[in-house]
């Protein structure tokens, strides 16, 4: 089976507290904008919209099915996010953007990330997947979706937040997911 490289450079805004890891990203076809969370049905970026805009569109590319990557850029830079993925290298099992049918044949260097990122001390996975893989990097125990793990990194205390899957396959309605999601913006003195 093929292994796919990531194809995409991690988002590391200088200023960034929170990382932001989901597992990888789907298939091309699959995307809607050249940035990450590009799947049209994945609703990260209405989750984001209707939490910092009260408009789960805010993020929309006017008259089109896609999300405006400037728009997003802006927001994260000014926000202080970082995104990327936990694999760096994968093998699909099964012709889908499933996290399921993902194989990890490369984990991400999560702490080469931290170490570009001084004043971060959150990280976030966005699915099961995403958090198998840092846990398993971190030697750290899962947390509970919607609840978080304290640990330390590169000598800096940490805490991981497991918020539930932006995936539509994921079954809790976008407000539920945004209200776990707020709880840990909120907790992080970003809204």
Known sequence: M??????????????????????????????SMEFFYPNWNNDMWRITGLLFFNDRDYFVEAGHKAFCRERLVRFLEEQGIALYDTA????????????????????TDVTALLRQLPQCHAIVTT????????????????????????????GRP??????????RAYPLSIEKKADAYRSMYQDLQML
């Open 2 to 31: 093929e292994i796919e490289q990531h194809p995409l450079p991690p988002f590391l805004p200088a200023n960034a507290r929170l990382l932001m890891l989901g597992s990888f990203p789907p298939q091309r076809k699959r995307w």
């Open 88 to 107: 760096f290298a994968v093998r699909r099992l099964q012709d889908n953007a499933s996290d399921k049918f993902l194989e990890v044949v490369q984990p």
């Open 127 to 154: 699915g099961e997947k995403a958090t198998e893989t840092i846990c398993a990097h971190f030697s750290i125990a899962q947390p509970r979706v919607s609840h978080f793990t304290e640990f330390v990194a590169e």
């Open 158 to 167: 940490m805490r991981l937040y497991r918020m539930p899957s932006s995936s």
